[in-house]
């Protein structure tokens, strides 16, 4: 069973920080992509943030230079530190990876959400 928690969020006024941490837990053979997504009310899911094994990362145009995405292979994890936060950060946040368990191919694995708002 491969799971990912996730942990932090919360209230934050505008102008604050907060910062996101996963864990990947299981029988895990490899992890690819790792990153983060979010859903505000009404709105569909949209990618945030991802980070591939190597390094390589992608920001949505919206947080760039805000947030910093950040993993480490060893512990199985990936953080997203975010900064000068505004009210249209509002969402429920979504830890997602590619993983590959023993015997099977890659698939999508998401979290469970956790919420994070903004007041202005």
């Known amino acids: 069973q491969v799971q990912l928690v996730e942990s932090g969020g919360g209230l934050v006024q505008a102008g604050g920080s907060l910062r996101l941490s996963c864990v990947a837990s299981?029988?895990?053979?490899?992890?690819?992509?790792m990153g983060w997504y979010r859903q505000a009310p009404g709105k569909q899911r949209e990618l945030v943030a991802a980070?591939?094994?190597?390094?390589?990362?992608n920001y949505a145009d919206s947080v760039k230079g805000r947030f910093t995405i950040s993993r480490d292979n060893v512990k199985r994890t990936v953080d997203l530190q975010m900064n000068s936060l505004k009210p249209e950060d509002t969402a429920v946040y979504y830890c997602?990876?590619?993983?590959?368990?023993?015997?099977?191919?890659?698939?999508?694995?998401w979290g469970q959400g956790t919420q994070v708002t903004v007041s202005s």
């Open positions: 299981g029988r895990i053979a490899g992890i690819n992509v």
């Open positions: 997602h990876a590619d993983i590959r368990r023993y015997g099977t191919a890659y698939n999508d694995y």
């Open positions: 980070i591939a094994s190597g390094g390589s990362t």
